[in-house]
Nanobody, 119 residues
Framework: QVQLVESGGGLVQPGGSLRLSCAASGSICKVLTMRWYRQAPGKQREWFATITSGGNTNYADYVKGRFTISRGNAKNTMYLQMNSLNAEDSADYYC?????????????WGQGTQVTVSS
């Protein structure tokens, strides 16, 4: 069994910053590529950042220069540093990871963490 747990969401003022975390646990052999998605009310879930097991990153244009994705030394944890937040960044944020476990390779999702940008 593999679990992903996000944390770090909350209420922040426009222009502020937040740091999200995503921790993978369970019967893990290796955590592969990890991604961040978000879903605003009434909208579809959308991808915006990827980090591979080797540390290569990719971003959607609308977060480039504001958000930074990284992984912890143990490689089972992913972080998202979000700066210059605005109201359009308000959403539920989800992490996704490809995981090689004792059961094989699968794609797993966290339960989400809410980010609200408001004054």
């Amino acid at each position: 069994q593999v679990q992903l747990v996000e944390s770090g969401g909350g209420l922040v003022q426009p222009g502020g910053s937040l740091r999200l975390s995503c921790a993978a646990s369970g019967s893990i052999c290796k955590v592969l590529t990890m991604r961040w998605y978000r879903q605003a009310p009434g909208k579809q879930r959308e991808w915006f950042a990827t980090i591979t097991s080797g540390g290569n990153t990719n971003y959607a244009d609308y977060v480039k220069g504001r958000f930074t994705i990284s992984r912890g030394n143990a490689k089972n944890t992913m972080y998202l540093q979000m700066n210059s937040l605005n109201a359009e960044d308000s959403a539920d944020y989800y992490c996704n990871a490809g995981v090689e476990s004792v059961a094989g390779v699968g794609s797993y999702w966290g339960q989400g963490t809410q980010v609200t940008v408001s004054s």
